[in-house]
């Protein structure tokens, strides 16, 4: 649109300029001066009028030519003026020329050859013709002067003429410019019209243009609606067809329904009497299930009474076994060269309580002397038991802390003797290999769970202490802040002992031990400059207190398990230390000795 009303415009410019033009041409044209001969312009402008209009071209041409052959001596009358002038000029011109044609035609040659010759001698004869000449000369001079004077007069009368005739032509230019400026003024106003025109009409074409837009895109819509109305209409045919398929088959299923309800009702028929029968027969068991309820009642009150006999059948063999135990396990031969079998031992007894060792010593003499000796403990584990055969001795021991009682087991033994690896497994564990801690808080889990159907919930929490040259350090704690807590030991007046700012861990599944376990030896790891040093002259105690509640009986049990790994035990005088570790010797032999003085 831009474009359109830029062309119009310049367009509109290019007349104005065009126009412009065409009054300075007007303007430059050269204005017809009487006094001289017609211009160029002029007669070309003449001349296009009068070739188309005037007949009468011919005869000026004509005079024009006759004039040029006959007065050629006449230096006013031009050919230019002659050609340039109107027709009446033209014919007066050639009555003129006609008649001085007339006359000349009728004059004799002045030297006429056809004439006799005089002789040179008469000069009288010559004489006489030559005044014959003169005197015919002279009237042709007189009538050609004669000739002369019309034609001048005819001249001047046509210069009249001419002037008259160029102020008319001046007069039509004028009012030929005026008309032109008159058309041009139209023109530019006819442009402007045109020119708003066409701006309007490109206005509206381009309103137009969005309105079409317009209901093309409400068009497409339609278009899109109506696709999707003929789709569903389409989906909802089919979907009328199937329902009809499906009716005819649900009709067919109706009348097979019919039949099938008919037979039912016979089938309830019969039901309702074995209904009958069997509601009879309900009531009778109704009366046997009431009388078995109370049986069964009767059943968990005895087992109630069973599990208490049970706690004191148990707590009466533990007794009878010895609330003290004591058991030895010897560990096998890890590297044959570096232990070499130094001794024999010999396992015996009906409980294998019994092993027998035997040394061979050099007597004083030189001679070899075998030396036996034989040791009897509560149970003694070769060298080929495993971690479960040495766990089920004491998992009695454990239903015991379940039970309400306080149970403490001891590892205790030379450096690399297999405390460690007795009580909690080697550093990676497996099933087989996993040591007492581990496996007596798998079964008391396991009797944990047993127990709820008795009514019994039980609460696991666990402890894991060090103790080094005398100081407790907390394992389940930061071991940044080992030395800087002092934990203190209380007896509390029901006899259980407890060790303050200690970090408890609710034990209520077997991997959260795995997890307590690690933590622990991470950080006997960290507190120590030599982790076997560190295992070794410390005592380790893993703690498991354990509080039961039955909420039918209203019974409640509080029991302790205190596993513990002792510190290796060294002579003095064997071990050879100094300094530090003498002080850790004696540190842990002092410990050892209260222990063994208590038990
Ligand atoms: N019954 C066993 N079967 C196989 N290997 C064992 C057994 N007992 C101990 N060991 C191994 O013997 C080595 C020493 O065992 P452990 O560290 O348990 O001794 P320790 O008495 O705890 O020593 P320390 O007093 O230095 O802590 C370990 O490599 C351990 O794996």
Known sequence: MNNSVTNNKSAHAKRRAD????????????????????????????????????????????????????????????????????????????????????????????????????????????LN????????????????????????????????MLREAMQKVTDLERTI?????????????????????????????????????GFESELSTMEFEYRKTKRTIEDEERENTTLKTQKRQVEGSLAELDAATRNKRLKKKNLMSELTAAEEKSETLSSRIESKGQYIQELQRTLLQNEKLRRKDHDKLQELKGNIRVFCRVRPAINSKTE?????????????????????????????????HTFTFDRVFSPEASQKDCFEEISQLVQSAL???????????????????????????????????????????????????????????????????????????????????????????????????????????????????????????????NMNERSSRSHSVFTLQLTGRNAATGETTSGILNLIDLAGSERLSMS???????????????SLSCLGDKL
């Open 129 to 160: 013709q030559l005044q014959a000449q003169l005197t015919e000369t002279s009237e042709e001079v007189n009538e050609i002067e004669k000739l002369q004077q019309d034609l001048e007069s005819s001249l001047q009368s046509k210069d009249g």
């Open 177 to 213: 410019q005026e008309t032109e400026e008159r058309h041009q003024d139209e023109l530019d106003k006819i442009r402007e019209r045109f020119v708003s025109k066409n701006r309007e009409l490109i206005y509206s074409n381009e309103r137009r243009k969005k309105q079409f837009a």
């Open 340 to 372: 070499p079998n130094l001794i024999n031992a010999r396992f015996f007894g009906d409980d294998n309580e019994s092993m027998e060792l035997t040394e061979l010593t050099s007597s004083t003499l030189g001679r070899t002397i075998t030396k036996s």
């Open 19 to 126: 126009s412009n033009l065409g009054i300075k041409r007007q303007q430059q044209r050269p204005r017809l001066d009487m006094n001289q001969a017609p211009r160029i312009p002029v007669r070309s402008t003449l001349a296009s009028r009068s070739n188309h209009n005037s007949p009468t071209a011919s005869t000026t041409e004509r005079l024009s030519n006759i004039s040029a052959s006959s007065i050629t001596s006449n230096s006013r009358l031009s050919n230019a003026s002659i050609n340039s002038n109107s027709s009446r000029i033209s014919a007066s011109s050639s009555s003129s020329t006609k008649s001085m044609s007339a006359t000349t035609k009728a004059k004799k040659p002045i030297f006429d050859k056809t004439k006799k010759s005089i002789p040179t001698w008469d000069t009288k004869g010559r």
């Open 576 to 590: 050879g230390s100094t300094g530090d570790r003498l002080r850790e010797t004696q540190a842990i032999n002092k």
């Open 403 to 529: 039970d309400g009682f306080n149970v403490c087991i001891f590892a205790y033994g030379q450096t690399g003797s297999g405390k460690t690896f007795t009580m909690q497994g080697p550093t990676f564990p497996t099933e087989e290999t996993s040591g007492m801690i581990p496996r007596a808080v798998q079964q008391i889990y396991e009797v944990v769970q047993q127990l709820k159907q008795f009514g019994w919930e039980y609460n696991m929490e666990g402890q894991f202490l060090e103790i080094y040259n005398e100081t407790i350090n907390d394992l389940l704690g930061n071991s940044s802040n080992y030395g800087r807590i002092k934990h203190e030991i209380h007896h509390e007046k029901n006899g259980k002992t407890s060790v303050t700012e200690m970090t408890s861990v609710v034990l209520d599944s077997p991997s959260k031990v795995k997890l307590m376990l690690r933590k622990a030896n991470q950080n006997r790891a960290t507190g120590a400059t």
